[in-house]
C-alpha cells in the first residue's frame, strides 16, 4: 500500500467529500453548500449521532478500491435517528435509534437475491462507497439496510 499523503492531488482523495446539511467539504478543502435530501421510496433519512471510522473508509478515501463513485460521503458505521421516511417503507419510525450497515442495498433479482443470501448480491451498492455514508449530518439509507437498535446504549445528541 501506497503512503499516505497529506496532499490531496488529482485522485479520488482529492474528490472525494464529507457532506452535511450544510456544508460539503472536499478532500483539499473545498467547501459548498448542500441541502438536507429528503428520503425517495424505501428509504429513511437519519440524523446522524455518530459514525465509526473504518480501515475501509480510508480505502475510499485513499482511492485504493476499484470503481469509485465520486463524490461520495464516507463513513458505514451509522448510528442515529430517523428523521424522515420515504413512501412504502414499513416498521421504522421517525425518532427511531437505527444503525446503518456496510451492505446499503441489494438488487432483489439475482439469484443470490432470490436465494436469501444478499451479501452476495451481483449488483450490490456499499454505504459510504457507491452509496454515500454518515460522515455528514444526516444520511439517506436503504430502509431494509436500516435496522433498529433500541434505547439502550450511548447515543450522544
Same mark, same amino acid.
Given at each position: 500500500?501506497?503512503?499516505?499523503? /497529506?496532499?490531496?492531488?488529482?485522485?479520488?482523495?482529492?474528490?472525494?467529500?464529507?457532506?452535511? /446539511?450544510?456544508?460539503?467539504? &472536499? *478532500?483539499?478543502?473545498? !467547501?459548498?453548500?448542500?441541502? !438536507?435530501?429528503?428520503?425517495?421510496?424505501?428509504?429513511?433519512?437519519?440524523?446522524?449521532? *455518530?459514525?465509526?471510522?473504518?480501515?475501509?473508509? #480510508?480505502?475510499? $478515501?485513499?482511492?485504493?478500491?476499484?470503481?469509485?463513485? $465520486?463524490?461520495?460521503?464516507?463513513? &458505514?458505521?451509522?448510528?442515529?435517528?430517523?428523521?424522515? %421516511?420515504? /413512501?412504502?417503507? +414499513?416498521?421504522?419510525?421517525?425518532?427511531?435509534?437505527?444503525?446503518?450497515?456496510?451492505?446499503?442495498?441489494?438488487?432483489?433479482?439475482? &439469484?443470490?437475491?432470490?436465494?436469501?443470501?444478499? +451479501?452476495?448480491?451481483?449488483?450490490?451498492?456499499?454505504?459510504?462507497?457507491?452509496?454515500?455514508?454518515?460522515? *455528514?449530518? /444526516?444520511? %439517506? *439509507? !436503504?430502509?431494509?439496510?436500516?435496522?433498529?437498535?433500541?434505547? $439502550?446504549?450511548?447515543? #450522544? !445528541?
Amino acid at each position: 500500500m501506497a503512503p499516505r499523503s /497529506s496532499v490531496a492531488t488529482d485522485s479520488v482523495a482529492a474528490r472525494t467529500c464529507a457532506r452535511s /446539511s450544510v456544508e460539503r467539504t &472536499h *478532500a483539499c478543502g473545498n !467547501d459548498e453548500t448542500q441541502p !438536507d435530501r429528503l428520503p425517495g421510496p424505501g428509504e429513511v433519512r437519519i440524523e446522524v449521532a *455518530a459514525c465509526g471510522v473504518c480501515r475501509t473508509d #480510508l480505502h475510499v $478515501v485513499d482511492g485504493e478500491l476499484p470503481h469509485p463513485q $465520486v463524490p461520495i460521503t464516507p463513513g &458505514h458505521e451509522i448510528v442515529g435517528r430517523i428523521d424522515a %421516511i420515504g /413512501s412504502g417503507v +414499513n416498521g421504522l419510525a421517525v425518532g427511531q435509534r437505527v444503525g446503518v450497515t456496510w451492505l446499503g442495498h441489494t438488487c432483489g433479482v439475482c &439469484h443470490y437475491c432470490v436465494e436469501g443470501r444478499q +451479501n452476495l448480491c451481483d449488483h450490490p451498492l456499499f454505504t459510504g462507497y457507491t452509496r454515500d455514508g454518515g460522515f *455528514a449530518t /444526516s444520511a %439517506i *439509507a !436503504d430502509a431494509d439496510y436500516v435496522f433498529p437498535l433500541g434505547e $439502550v446504549g450511548l447515543c #450522544l !445528541d
